[in-house]
């Protein structure tokens, strides 16, 4: 997938929130330095593929502390005495096969001890049906054997009645003899290994890897404690976090390296290790070790963490990984809303599990509850443990399949934990991980969508992947089209051809290069349920341009080592994501806007979800008697600023050499949103390690989005440029108007205005509007008026699409229309109900006759005849009816014959109406007629207030294209209208 901003950061820090335990939480948006837990004393380094590690040379006084057996390239070595970690730091990293170097960062376990507050294990089954189904699970297996979980953590009791049926015992080892019996380096290790203490014995003097063990593999039907997911598993002890609760990341390496030997040369089928910790800064060699796991088909199942945050945007490790066989797991309550505490993310957070008031063992025959994330992961690995159980021939990655892929849907869940899932072992209808039967399952992997969308710039390449298994199985054959805004785009396919990686595996990929600006939906035909919406907009790049270095003397900042000031000039520059006011420069290559910034140890970007930031060499830096120096250039309002890093060192590099000096500087403008970085010389000889941008961080960054150039890496060169700006959006039309005008509400008429224009002259342009509430239709030219009625109250998207050559631009206008108050409706009421009073108490102002006066007219008529009817020889009932009969006919007659004296136009004087006579009228009641008949009342008055018309039988007939006043004239005595015959006139009330 390509798009060019990056939506990853770096946080690696102590993540428990209990007071017994003590937290390290980050605040990287402050102004000082964004710190991480590490330990003071040793560092880890991984050498080159290549360096044989007897070729591998320390520098003097550096102590190697510890190897591993299988992980050969990496080795923790020991701070000198005198010497601080950065120095330690900075000179190994000038040591010729050294690939790069890492603090040994602290990590902790998740967990929130909690005061006791249920009486049962909700999470296995509960009345409210928010468990993982454990007693049907159960029915089918309880777990085997030769299915092995490790527990990575403070160890366990080992002794525990609950869990010593269930504790793993090496088979290759004899306790108690002191001796290696099966050659893997490690005396005695019968339930594990120790790597906090360095020794064999995992027993836990935390609580933590105890609780865990027991959520995993508490023993079933011994009439004691607790039960756990998987009761007849075997779990393996690996002791890394001390009796605090806190460990080495080097230490937790030693036991991924111990346990990949377990699979790899023991035999253990080891199918996945519980990790629930976290902390400490983002590790490559750590990672490293996840990914052999990965080799070695052995899933890491990870605690998201307890911050309460989107690890999408503010990664916690080693959940945030992504490394393919780790599976990430929130926390969930009872009442399946995630916890306050969790951490979440739909890219980086694979599924949520019962992770607060969760009772298990402890030791010394204890058992507690416990919340956290900690909590949360033991159930997912024990889910693990019974689905390998039951399919002991399958990989990993179907395990991790089932696990995640089956839950259950959760509403709160949807746009924010993985696929909006959380775990159920056994399922409904044949749809849990160990009951499946024929479920297909078909959802979009990549990309991974918020519910804000994708965020990609114009021309861009979007390949996306669609996973369609049933029962975990690859589901071939399926014919799937990818839809932009409803129309066909793109076959996605599953044949190894494009961006399709592998053939046949279930995963149907198509890519998309993006040739819109604006917002547009993409979807799936068949059964894939997901959509998610795709914003092209100007993102920022950073691309190579000439050189074009900018030689000033400038007046010096005066910045010391590790501090930051805010340049005082009265300027303020245009960078690409926003004006900027307020510029603060640090000594470690770093620009922020807005607050200073203080980290001397980059990371990679996103840094900060609230931060506006440039970074154009930002490393452990030095002034070493060098400055940063800064000038103004030109007149206003196209003023430059240049700020300059001159004659800087790296930090542990401190030569007064020149050749080891390095110089760069940024060049920001008054009026054009765009930054230049020039790199004079990045070179440093004595500093192999941090040349050319190989320990630097290169790129730019607005509230949690990121553009990268580079991350460690020896990306830049002497005399070279890069220039940070919007890209061009050359080709593409323009929406230059789109707003909304009149009354929003419901069945009121609005107006809306659409303006467009081609990108060059003599070029073509297509609108198209889309009023969300299913009508659309094209746009004759470039500029439209047009008028439209929402019937019901709600928030519509009005879409306009502008298309010229291909290219095309989308321009969403959100129109709100709100239901009538309850005060708007009784003003209404009263003032049609004003109206139609004043119309039927003198309907002569308005040119009507009332029905009333039509049936007295009549009556009267009536009552002359009853009262002569000699005159008109009656002397029957039959006859009076008669005539009767006979003056209704004649009164019509009248009517008809003389409509001048009854407000009707004369037949001769019809004119033709249609709706733009009805719309040109001035208010008041005119008297019109039409040649043709009417029968779209709506299409043609919708303009108008009122219509009458005579339809004969002394009656008048009336309509309103509101519906209300409607109702009230029907109210009022007349009859409904539909139609206007050909001829008849009437009267229009505007």
Request: hydrophobic residues 35%; charged residues 20%.
């Given at each position: 997938m390509e798009w060019r901003f990056s939506f990853r950061t770096l946080i690696c820090t102590a993540l428990m929130s209990s007071a017994s335990y003590g937290a390290i939480v980050p605040d990287a948006a402050n102004n000082a330095a964004k710190s991480t837990d590490q330990t003071a004393d040793q560092f880890i380094v991984r050498w080159d593929d290549n360096m044989i590690r007897s070729s591998r040379i320390a520098p003097s006084g550096f102590s190697i502390k510890k190897t591993f057996k299988h992980m050969n390239n990496f080795e923790v070595v020991g701070v000198p005495a005198g010497k601080t970690m950065r120095e330690a730091l900075a000179t190994y990293r000038n040591v010729p096969g050294v690939a790069y170097v890492e603090p040994d960062y602290v990590v902790h376990s998740l967990v929130t001890p909690n005061d006791p507050s249920y009486s049962d294990l909700w999470?296995?089954?509960?009345?409210?049906?928010?468990?993982?189904?454990?007693?049907?699970?159960?029915?089918?297996?309880?777990?085997?054997?030769?299915?092995?979980?490790?527990?990575?953590?403070?160890?366990?009791?080992?002794?525990?009645?609950?869990?010593?049926?269930?504790?793993?015992?090496?088979?290759?080892?004899?306790?108690?003899?002191?001796?290696?019996?099966?050659n893997n380096g490690y005396i005695d290790d019968v339930y594990g290994i120790d790597t906090a203490n360095g020794d064999s014995d995992p027993f836990d003097d935390n609580e933590h890897g105890t609780h865990v063990a027991g959520t995993i593999a508490a023993e079933m039907n011994n009439s004691i404690g607790v039960v756990g997911v998987a009761p007849q598993t075997k779990v393996i002890a690996c002791k890394f976090l001390n009796s605090y609760g806190s460990g080495n990341t080097s230490a937790a390496i030693e036991c991924l390296d111990y346990l990949y030997d377990l699979k790899v040369n023991q035999g253990i089928n080891i199918v996945a290790t519980n990790n629930s910790w976290g902390g400490g800064g983002y590790s490559e060699i750590l990672k490293e070790a996840i990914e052999q796991h990965n080799s070695a088909d052995i899933l890491f199942v990870a605690a998201a963490g307890n911050n309460g945050q989107n690890i999408d945007v503010n990664p916690s490790y080693p959940a945030a990984y992504d490394n393919t066989n780790i599976i990430s797991v929130a926390a969930i309550d009872e009442s399946d809303k995630i916890a306050y505490f969790s951490n979440y993310g739909v890219e980086r957070v694979d599924i949520a599990a019962p992770g607060v008031s969760i009772l298990s063992s402890t030791p010394n025959n204890?058992?507690?509850?416990?919340?956290?994330?900690?909590?949360?992961?033991?159930?997912?690995?024990?889910?693990?443990?019974?689905?390998?159980?039951?399919?002991?021939?399958?990989?990993?990655?179907?395990?991790?399949?089932?696990?995640?892929?089956l839950g259950v849907d959760v509403p709160s869940l949807a746009g924010v934990v993985g696929n909006g899932q959380r775990l159920t072992v056994w399922g409904e209808d044949g749809s849990g991980p160990l009951n499946c039967e024929d479920k297909v399952f078909a959802r979009l992997i990549d990309p991974v969508s918020s519910n804000d969308g994708i965020v990609v710039s114009p021309d861009d390449v979007i390949d996306f992947k669609v996973l369609v298994h049933n029962c975990g199985a690859p589901v071939l054959g399926q014919d799937y089209r990818a839809l932009l805004d409803g129309a066909e785009i793109?076959?996605?396919?599953?044949?190894?051809?494009?961006?399709d990686?592998?053939?046949?595996?279930?995963?149907?990929?198509?890519?998309?290069?993006?040739?819109?600006?604006?917002?547009?939906?993409?979807?799936?035909?068949?059964?894939i349920d997901n959509e998610f919406t795709i914003i092209s907009r100007e993102v920022p790049t950073i691309v190579e341009v000439p050189y074009s270095y900018i030689d000033f003397e400038g007046s010096p900042m005066e910045l010391g080592l590790d501090e930051f000031k805010q340049l005082d000039v009265d300027l303020s520059v245009q960078w690409p994501m926003g004006q900027v006011e307020k510029i603060f420069v640090s000594d470690h290559g770093f620009i922020s806007a807005d607050e200073g910034v203080l980290q001397w140890f980059n990371s990679s970007l996103p840094f900060s979800d609230d931060l506006h930031a440039i970074m154009p060499f930002w490393d452990d830096l030095n002034p070493n008697g060098g400055d940063v120096y800064y000038a103004v250039f030109g007149e206003a309002p196209n003023r430059q600023l240049v700020i300059e890093w001159r004659d800087y060192s790296f930090y542990?590099?401190?030569?007064?050499?020149?050749?080891?000096?390095?110089?760069?500087?940024?060049?920001?403008?008054?009026?054009?949103?765009?930054?230049?970085?020039?790199?004079?010389?990045?070179?440093?000889?004595?500093?192999?390690?941090?040349?050319?941008?190989?320990?630097?961080?290169?790129?730019?960054?607005?509230?949690?989005?990121?553009?990268?150039?580079?991350?460690?890496?020896?990306?830049?060169?002497?005399?070279?440029?890069?220039?940070?700006?919007?890209?061009?959006?050359?080709?593409?039309?323009?929406?230059?108007?789109?707003?909304?005008?009149?009354?929003?509400?419901?069945?009121?008429?609005?107006?809306?205005?659409?303006?467009?224009?081609?990108?060059?002259?003599?070029?073509?342009?297509?609108?198209?509007?889309?009023?969300?509430?299913?009508?659309?239709?094209?746009?004759?030219?470039?500029?439209?008026?047009?008028?439209?009625?929402?019937?019901e109250a709600g928030t519509y998207s009005v879409v306009v699409v502008a298309d010229s050559n291909g290219k095309q631009v989308f321009r969403t206008l959100y129109v709100e229309i709100q239901a009538l108050s309850s005060l708007e409706q009784a003003l209404i009421d009263a003032e049609e109900q004003r109206v139609t009073d004043a119309i039927l108490t003198d309907p002569e102002l308005y040119g009507l006759a009332t029905q009333e006066s039509l049936t007295n007219a009549l009556a009267t008529a009536t009552e002359n005849i009853l009262g002569s009817l000699d005159e008109y020889g009656l002397a029957t009932q039959v006859a009076l009816e008669a005539a009767v009969a006979q003056a209704s006919l004649e009164s019509e007659e009248l009517v008809k014959n003389f409509p001048d004296q009854y407000g009707l136009i004369d037949a001769d004087t019809l004119t033709f109406v249609n709706a733009k006579t009805v719309s040109e009228l001035a208010a008041g009641t005119h008297l019109l007629g039409s040649s043709v008949a009417i029968t779209d009342l709506q299409a043609v008055f919708s303009d108008a207030r009122l219509v009458w018309v005579y339809v004969g039988e002394n009656t008048f007939a009336g309509w309103s294209p509101d519906a209300q006043l409607n109702e009230q004239i029907l109210n009022s005595g007349y009859q409904p209208l539909q139609t206007i015959e050909a001829g008849a006139g009437f009267w229009v009330k505007k």
């Open positions: 999470a296995m089954d509960n009345e409210t049906n928010t468990d993982l189904n454990m007693p049907q699970a159960w029915d089918i297996t309880t777990g085997s054997d030769n299915a092995v979980v490790a527990v990575i953590d403070s160890g366990i009791d080992y002794n525990h009645p609950d869990l010593t049926a269930n504790v793993w015992q090496n088979p290759g080892e004899i306790s108690g003899n002191g001796i290696d019996d099966d204890g058992y507690r509850y416990f919340d956290g994330t900690s909590m949360a992961a033991p159930h997912v690995t024990g889910a693990v443990a019974l689905v390998a159980a039951l399919y002991p021939d399958e990989s990993a990655s179907y395990y991790q399949r089932l696990v995640t892929e793109a076959l996605l396919v599953d044949d190894g051809t494009g961006s990686e592998t053939a046949n595996d279930g995963i149907y990929s198509a890519s998309l290069t993006v040739n819109f600006l604006g917002e547009a939906e993409l979807s799936f035909t068949g059964d542990g590099f401190l030569t007064e050499d020149p050749e080891d000096k390095i110089e760069f500087q940024v060049v920001m403008n008054e009026s054009t949103p765009e930054i230049l970085i020039n790199y004079k010389d990045v070179e440093a000889p004595a500093n192999s390690f941090g040349s050319n941008g190989g320990s630097a961080t290169i790129g730019y960054e607005f509230s949690g989005d990121a553009v990268e150039l580079s991350y460690n890496q020896s990306s830049i060169s002497n005399e070279s440029s890069y220039r940070v700006s919007l890209p061009s959006t050359e080709g593409y039309p323009e929406i230059s108007k789109l707003n909304a005008t009149g009354i929003l509400r419901p069945g009121y008429p609005i107006v809306i205005d659409v303006e467009g224009s081609a990108p060059e002259e003599g070029a073509d342009i297509e609108l198209s509007i889309d009023y969300g509430d299913g009508e659309s239709f094209d746009i004759e030219g470039d500029t439209a008026s047009l008028t439209h009625t929402f019937l």
